[in-house]
């Protein structure tokens, strides 16, 4: 046992030699601070300090947990998130197939740098534009009234709200995946399709049995990176566009606990919801890891 | 030697000192230590200005506007401040930390007190304090309170009594109320385009219905609708006293507290002349005298209706020159396009009251470490001294120095207001105005605010417009306010203090409000819904909290 | 020239059509934000700015600018960057190749990489990690900017993903050769990583050049405040700049409000990010690619 210990080492010291940098900053500054989890079961008094502070259990839990409303934001949270999710990849993929299409190189990188300008506007910014947008009487109801269409109140309709969140996110951060997934296309070995040609396989055909499955890995990728967020559905966005009369469909964890500072800095509350999201993303990451690694064989980590 | 020639020798030497210590004043940088001592040091006899006979240093925080500059070659801890009280007082002042652009004090202090390692002085909230008394990390500053700060602070307790009481603990001062700019600050109003209340003569307004029918002839000339509001509905809340029910700000997820007919206090929603309110802005949001969209804006986009032409009306602060009047006079080309305070008017045409919430928000402590407490409060009683004291005379060069480029907030934690600060300045500014004559104005305050109305007045500098809207004429918003508050026509909040520690125990209460009270006025939901809407409010907190009011404020 | 039947020309007419659509309602919102930015006030605030700055003004940028802080501040940020960035790309890549290796290779490696995985789920909330800061005297230094998050998790990921990509030949070939795994690493696979060291410190570069916050938290004085700290403080206080309106603010009040001041502070932060982006575009794509999943 010991012998064998002392062989793996003698083996693998460069390895642990060159991970003890890393892993003495990540054990003094992330696992360092962990013990501030405690103060979700306190009645936290900075004076007191975390030794100091009362104790009272799961009491911030069940203050929490006893709001319907905030049960309903848990709700609005996975399901915006989800939705996104699904809406942000298709949109992505469907794009990086049409820009496939595109043989011009000079066209193609141009489109691909442009659809990912919406990047890197902050939501504060592009909350003003939207709201202006899709107003009563802004640009989109104009064009739906070209058409015949009934105004649709975008930002104050409790059912159509949450689609507005979903389809704006869709359309600021797609250009990212668009890219990614671009770039895997490109990198597909062009000996595929040239049998696949020779077996007489149309376009139609090679991007439905080459290119997709050959997406396939690195969408598990992105797809497992965004669900251990999933818990977060975008508090920047919701908070610049969402007002209370929409509250019940678009109000998500994050913009709650927000209002809960408002009030009465409630670190404790704050840190309970955490250490809730915490527990909820690990077991939607590992169900998704386990999954992916079983099924496909893929392994992320 | 003789008794005479040997106290003149320690006189001399206790001068010889003093002087040396004047002598090498240098700039201790934030987050660094002092130079002068730490260890207690007995409080000089005579009055609060006479300086220590030994330098003393005193460590504080504090968090500032990004806006204040400095003269050249000047810093936060080399300035007029830091000069004059270690020079006038012998007191050095340093920094451990300074929060610049104010935007992370709260949690910063929270977490400094965490460490454990305190300022001497600093300013917390009221929930820090009920948290630091919790822990005894404070001092009583009973004794020094008393003996160390000039009268003319004491003296504001003859202006707002009850302010000091809730830190006086068992009889014990544990904390200085920072005060405020006066309550004349607090009463809303009802602003409107100035061109278009004109066209129309300026009618006097003292019913809804005037107001309804003034609205809707200027909407027929003018614009798209009446009202500019925002989404969080709190510029919505502040027509309340136009239906005599008061309420606080639905984003801030507080409430205005009054007492009942039975004596109880209650939350200005649960008035039930609240639904009246309901019915009128159900009626306004159909008549279009709210915005049909006005769920789709923000702040910004509240404003941007008005700076557009698109909306003739707001209610607001009394600050409302600085945020629309230069970008409406611009946008709108015409240097009578900004907007004038109105008094609320009233369902039945009585005299509206003006709302006044509780106005301090927060305290000055001390450390119970800290050795020297009495040098803190002969620091408040500098600031007040150079910033309201009216017998002080400074140099024009002093005067800059210690307030041009917002240097006036330099103090931080030992910035303490004078709670008649704003009336005064008020009528001072109007009379100079009026009488051409500036002698009389005294505070750095006095004269901006007076040159600032001159240059919209004489110059049309849209600059100005803010200060003019607030003092410049008669019928500006602080006039409006001096009329309320001389006449005693006001509605105090009757919870005069911070909210009870029992609110913890409650969540985010205010959102069946604020979504049950838009529903209404959308006319989704119908105004009989709103006794459901209050019982689940009740339900769901609305009654703890009502609980710990009375508790607390009934007594 | 390949024969195009026609159906496939309809496609491509079609196909081009609306990925022009889509890049144009992509474009718009910077275009619109970069008028915001040059625009004079009372039209933004009347909302009358579309996609041509309308009363051209640089007073925004000014605002920033003109200021002893600014200079002072965008020192700061390129300091916190270049270290930054430097101690990010050095942890990734210790520690990304050895879990790159599989269990067989080395023993420890799903140990070390649950200790990472761990780190991106957890955390501890600002209030112990202040005190830590507090304890290892690291406030008020660039050190407590830079050290915290040494190891950005998910970027080692796509590091070590692309080295896992790699084929083995490489490093066996050096093996045989007698080479360690430090020489490996240094002279055969850094080469080889240049486009996948672009890629995460570009993330890198992005991350410390915009965050506020972190030198908001851990600066005790003002003057240490990295470039985007420094605008935020500007622009948090713009309403109380505007209500104690000085007379130095009256010609600045016509001049710009929060949302030009907001505009143009978003596109100081772009300016570096795309005087870099051009650069590393090429690795880009290969970088998160090759760094994807191990299949």
């Known amino acids: ?164 969140l979903i389809f704006t996110d869709m359309w600021k951060t797609f250009g990212f995946g668009t890219v990614v997934y671009l770039a895997t296309m490109t990198s597909i070995d062009p000996e595929l399709y040239e049998s696949a040609i020779i077996d007489g396989a149309g376009r139609w055909k090679q991007t439905l049995y080459i290119t997709l499955p050959m997406l396939v890995p690195i969408i598990i990728l992105m797809t497992v990176l965004a669900l251990g967020n999933v818990l977060s559905a975008g508090f920047d966005q919701v908070y610049n566009l969402y007002s209370p009369v929409v509250y019940p469909t678009g109000d998500i964890i994050d913009t709650y606990v927000y209002r809960l500072g408002l009030q009465n800095g409630k670190y404790a509350i704050g840190t309970a919801v955490g250490l809730f999201k915490s527990v909820v993303s690990t077991v939607l990451i590992s169900t998704s890891l386990i999954i992916a690694y079983k099924t496909a064989n893929y392994k992320v980590f | ?393 400074l140099t024009d060069e002093q005067f800059k120095g210690f307030t041009d480029g917002q240097r006036e907030h330099v103090p931080g934690a030992f910035e303490i207001l004078d709670p008649q600060a704003d009336m005064i300045q008020f009528e001072h500014v109007l009379k100079a105005i009026k009488t051409g004559d500036t002698s009389e104005l005294f505070t750095s305050g006095m004269k901006k605010k007076y040159s600032d109305s001159i240059s919209w007045i004489n110059e049309k500098n849209t600059g100005g417009l803010g200060a003019f809207c607030q003092q410049g004429f008669d019928g500006c918003s602080y006039d409006l306010a001096k009329y309320l508050l001389d006449n005693d026509y006001v509605k105090r909040t009757d919870m005069w203090g911070p909210t009870p520690e029992a609110f913890d125990e409650t969540v985010n209460t205010m959102d069946i409000i604020s979504t049950g009270v838009s529903e209404i006025v959308m006319g989704i939901r119908p105004v009989e819904d709103y006794d459901q809407i209050l019982a689940d409010w009740y339900a769901a907190g609305g009654q703890i909290m009502e609980d710990a009011v009375n508790e607390e404020y009934n007594k | 020239m390949k024969y195009k039947s026609t159906g496939q020309r309809v ?94 290779q080395f023993a420890a490696r799903n140990f070390f990489m649950a200790f990472y995985a761990f780190t991106m789920l957890f955390g501890g909330g600002l209030v112990p990690w202040y005190i830590l800061m507090n304890n290892l005297h690291l406030l008020n230094s660039i050190w407590a900017l830079v050290l915290p998050l040494s190891v950005p998790v998910s970027n080692m990921v796509i590091l070590m993903n692309f080295m896992r990509n790699l084929p083995p030949e490489i490093e066996e070939a050096a093996m045989i050769d007698g080479a360690g795994y430090f020489r490996i690493l240094v002279s055969i696979l850094l080469p080889v990583l240049k486009p996948s060291l672009a890629t995460v410190g570009l993330f890198s570069f992005v991350y410390h050049w915009n965050d506020w916050f972190q030198g908001a938290l851990f600066m005790n004085n003002p003057n240490n405040y990295p470039l985007q700290t420094y605008l935020q403080t500007l622009l948090t206080n713009f309403r109380d700049i505007l209500r104690q309106s000085g007379s130095d603010y009256y010609s600045l009040l016509s001049r710009m409000n929060e949302q030009t001041g907001r505009a143009a502070q978003l596109f100081l932060g772009l300016v570096p990010i795309l005087v870099v982006y051009p650069f590393v575009q090429k690795y880009f794509t290969t970088g998160l690619v090759m760094g994807s999943v191990k299949g």
Request: glycine share 6%; charged share 15%.
């Open chain 1, 1 to 164: 046992m010991l012998n064998k210990f002392k062989k793996t080492l003698k083996r693998d010291w460069p390895f642990l030699l060159m991970l003890l940098p890393g892993v003495i900053l990540t054990a003094i500054f992330s696992y360092g601070p962990l013990y501030g989890i405690i103060m979700a079961f306190q009645d936290f008094n900075p004076g007191l300090g975390f030794a100091g502070s009362k104790w009272v259990g799961l009491d911030n839990f069940r203050l929490i947990f006893k709001q319907a409303q905030f049960l309903n934001t848990i709700y609005n949270t996975f399901f915006i998130s989800i939705m996104k999710i699904i809406f942000q990849t298709l949109a992505s993929v469907v794009f990086a197939l049409q820009l496939n299409e595109i043989r011009n190189n000079g066209a193609k990188r141009l489109f691909q740098t442009i659809v990912y300008i919406p990047n890197f506007v902050s939501w504060v910014i592009m909350a003003g534009i939207l709201l202006n947008l899709l107003a009563t009487d802004g640009i989109v109801n104009q064009m739906l009234k070209v058409f015949g269409a009934k105004p649709v109140q975008f930002i104050s309709n409790r059912k159509v709200f949450p689609w507005t």
């Open chain 2, 1 to 393: 030697m003789s008794k005479k020639w040997l106290s003149l020798l320690i006189a001399l030497a206790m001068m010889l000192t003093v002087f040396s210590a004047l002598a090498d004043f240098t700039p201790v940088p934030v987050g660094s230590t002092g130079n002068g001592t730490r260890e207690y040091v007995e409080p000089p006899e005579g009055d609060w200005k006479t300086p220590y006979s030994e330098i003393v240093n005193i460590r504080t925080v504090k968090g500032q506007g990004a806006d204040v500059v400095f003269e050249a070659g000047e810093s936060q801890s080399n300035n007029e401040w830091t000069r004059a009280w270690y020079n006038d007082l012998g007191i050095e002042v340093t920094y451990d930390w300074i929060d610049e652009g104010n935007t992370q004090y709260t949690q910063k202090l929270n977490m400094t007190i965490s460490t454990g390692n305190l300022p001497d002085v600093f300013r917390v909230n009221y929930i820090q304090f009920r948290q630091l008394m919790k822990a005894g990390l404070i001092q009583d500053l009973t004794e020094v309170y008393n003996k160390y700060t000039s009268q003319r602070i004491r003296d504001y307790e003859k202006t707002d009594p009850d302010t000091i009481k809730l830190t006086t603990i068992d009889g014990k001062i544990y904390g200085i109320p920072i005060y405020y700019y006066g309550v004349i600050d607090n009463p809303r109003y009802m602003w409107v385009r100035k061109d278009w209340y004109e066209e129309e003569g300026s009618p006097e307004i003292k019913t809804v219905e005037e107001f309804e029918k003034l609205a809707k002839t200027i909407v027929e000339k003018h614009c798209s609708y009446a009202i500019s509001v925002d989404n969080t509905l709190d510029y919505l809340f502040m027509t309340g006293p136009m239906f005599n029910v008061y309420l606080g700000q639905p984003s801030q997820g507080n409430y205005f507290w009054y007492k009942d007919d039975t004596g109880r206090i209650k939350a200005g929603i649960a008035h039930p002349e609240f639904k009246t309110a309901l019915e009128y802005w159900a009626k306004w949001y159909q008549d279009g005298i709210l915005s049909p969209d006005f769920m789709n804006y923000d702040y910004n986009g509240m404003n941007e209706e008005l700076v557009t032409g698109r909306a003739a009306f707001q209610p607001f602060y009394q600050w409302q020159g600085w945020l629309n009047g230069p970008n409406l006079v611009a946008a709108q080309n015409s240097n009578d396009a900004y907007m004038i305070p109105l008094q609320f008017p009233t369902v039945d045409g009585s005299q509206v009251l003006g709302q006044v919430g509780f106005p301090n928000a927060d305290v000055i402590v001390v450390s119970k470490d800290c050795k020297n407490p009495a040098a803190a409060m002969k620091l408040l009683s500098y600031t007040d001294y150079i910033m309201f004291d009216p017998n002080t005379v």
């Open chain 3, 11 to 104: 496609f491509n007419v079609i196909n081009y059509i609306l990925v022009i659509l889509v890049c144009l309602t992509c474009f718009l919102p910077l275009l619109n934000t970069l008028a915001i930015s040059f625009s004079a006030p009372s039209y933004v605030a009347s909302g009358q700015v579309y996609f041509l700055p309308k009363g051209f003004t640089t007073q925004s940028y000014e605002f920033a600018i003109n200021n002893g802080k600014f200079l002072r501040a965008f020192l700061v940020a390129i300091e916190r960057c270049v270290l930054g960035v430097s101690i990010n790309l050095f942890m990734m890549i210790t520690t990304a190749y050895p879990l790159s290796k599989t269990k067989k």
